[in-house]
Each structure stands twice: as C-alpha cells, then as structure tokens.
Nanobody
C-alpha cells in the first residue's frame, strides 16, 4: 500500500523551530520529486518548497527562503522540512506529496498525499 505519513507538527513560539517528517511506505521516495504544501482554512493549498529527485531545492514562497530547508534520507525513505525562525503566519496544516517528474508549484500536479500535520506558531 502506497502511503505518506507526515509528523512533527505542533505548537511552537515565534522564532522557534520544527522539523517535519514525511515518511513513505510502499514505494521509494527517491524516485519522486517531493513537495511540501501548506493550507489554512478558507485558502487554497499553497506550495512551500520542493526537493527534486537529484536533491535540488525549489522554493515557491519567498517568505520561507532562508528559514526553511528540505532534505532527504533515502535510507529511512523520509523527507524532512526543517523550519527555523517560525512566524505566526507560518501557522497551517502542512502536507507532503509526490510527483513522478520534476517539481511543480501547483498542488494538482502531485499524486500521492499524506494526511497533513498541523503547525501552530503562537506565543
């Protein structure tokens, strides 16, 4: 069974850090581009950044440049989203998703999705 499971979300104070994980089962993550997206109520799911099959990072939000990074651990079949210097506007449910080809910013171009993990940045 093909499955993606996100974890690592929670409540953090502004300026804090979180590392989100996206663990895959039933397939090998390094065969895919992996995108991280986020969504707040009433808004469309937006692309945050993506890691290509060769490990390159593509940012879709200028607001996270210099604060968020994405990485792979092929042994653990897991992709990570490291989020530093978090701001209240980063509050959202974060999702990871796979794409068989290169990174794209549109959620509709991705195939497999996890259930999401909630991140709340608040004092």
């Amino acid at each position: 069974q093909v499955q993606l499971v996100e974890s690592g979300g929670g409540l953090v104070q502004p300026g804090g850090s979180l590392r989100l994980s996206c663990a895959a089962s039933g397939f090998t993550l390094d065969d895919y581009a992996i995108g991280w997206f986020r969504q707040v109520p009433g808004k469309e799911r937006e692309g945050v950044l993506c890691i290509s099959r060769n490990g390159g990072n593509t940012y879709y939000l200028d607001s996270v440049k210099g604060r968020f990074t994405i990485s792979r651990d092929n042994v653990k079949n897991t992709v990570y989203l490291q989020m530093n210097s978090l701001k209240p506007e980063d509050t959202a449910v974060y999702f990871c998703a796979t794409r068989a080809r290169f990174c794209q910013p549109k959620a509709g171009r991705y195939d497999n999705w996890g259930q999401g993990t909630r991140v709340t940045v608040s004092s």
